[in-house]
């Protein structure tokens, strides 16, 4: 378990950008893709965390929790600015980005009828859930679990498990 205080906005975004970096480059065993389960309260940090992950794959959209479509598929670019990061993710060969907002889901089947299992079966693919905790039964026993809590003023805990 890693646990990671954050005084600002900007400090979570380095965290998060860091965390990208390092997962991009560690080896991964080859079942399914890289499924990341964010958690915790409205205004935690999930969705900060979510745009500087997403900046660093290459994403060029601009990342907006996906709340009344669920979910937002973005290609993730063969080159980036960052040549290091390049040569990572050429050898990890991740190809799509989802970012899944399941707040305003009632059952997992809601999302099992999106095409989630064919979604987290690909090694390609990362997969980022916001609000994981309402889909818990059906995340994969693999997936990265990141948990937010709003300290006081602009602090937030950020725990990854």
Known sequence: MNKFIS??????????QDF?????TEKRSKKGALVLALMGDLGSGK??????FAEVLGVREKIKSPTFIIFRKHEIPARS?????WRARQKSKF????????YRI???K??????WEEIIKNQADIVLVEWADKIEKILPKNCV????????GDKREITIS
């Open 95 to 102: 190809k799509y980005f989802y970012h899944f907002d399941v």
């Open 106 to 108: 009632h059952s997992e």
């Open 20 to 24: 990208a970096e390092k997962i991009l």
């Open 81 to 85: 600015a960052r040549a290091q990061l």
């Open 7 to 16: 005084n600002n906005p900007e400090e979570s975004k380095k965290f998060a």
């Open 110 to 115: 809601e999302i099992l009828n999106l095409g």
């Open 47 to 52: 969705t900060t965390f979510t745009q500087a």
């Open 145 to 152: 679990k990141i948990m937010f809590k709003h300290l006081k």
